[in-house]
């Protein structure tokens, strides 16, 4: 073959290969754009239930994908905590007035108080252990000790502008797996 075949013939198969390249690509985005397409996120995602007996609370908790896991309409997980089997669970919620002030009466809560969170199929009982009122920053710092046994609730204090209200509970020991009612 020539010389001039030679470079035809390498020309062609880079071409060749470029547009491959680009088909295969093409392919993968198709793929994961389908991909979301058949796994929507779902705004009732509901997985669970928090029951305060003592100031009359019972709200549902949404998936962490869910667009209803957000502080602005309901109760709502912070990121990495939704699974008591394996996480702290931190919860969030706004205090003061109006509708979507679900934490509004969570400055009554007494050490010992009961909660109840409902996760999947199963249920737990916290009580209460500790109640901090600390400067509200935007933060949450969390003691490491601290595991998958606990429940943390966080509010801004009621009446208080600077304030942010912090309840510590621990799992109770006697919890069974039992059925939500």
Not at 28 to 45: A, C, G, S, V
Not at 104 to 126: A, G, P, Q, R, S
Not at 131 to 140: D, E, R
């Amino acid at each position: 073959m020539t010389k001039r075949k030679w470079i035809i013939l390498i020309a062609l198969t880079v071409l060749i290969c470029s547009i491959n390249l680009k088909i295969t690509r093409k392919q993968n985005t198709l793929t994961n754009t389908y991909w979301y397409d058949i796994i929507p996120l779902k705004e009732d995602t509901n997985i669970g239930t928090i029951i305060i007996p003592k100031i009359e609370l019972k709200e549902k908790l949404y998936a962490p994908e869910s667009k209803n896991n957000n502080i602005e309409k309901h109760v709502s997980f912070a990121t990495n905590s939704s699974d008591p089997k394996i996480n702290t669970i931190i919860l969030m919620a706004h205090s003061g007035s109006g509708k979507l002030a679900y934490f509004k009466d969570l400055d009554k809560l007494e050490l010992t108080d009961i909660i109840k969170f409902n996760y999947k199929d199963e249920k737990y009982i916290y009580t209460i252990i500790n109640i901090i009122i600390t400067k509200k920053n935007g933060t949450l710092s969390i003691n490491k000790n601290l595991n998958h046994n606990h429940l943390i609730l966080t509010t801004c204090m009621p009446n208080q502008k600077n304030k942010q209200l912090v309840i510590i509970a621990e799992k109770k020991k006697d919890n069974l797996k039992i059925n939500p009612s």
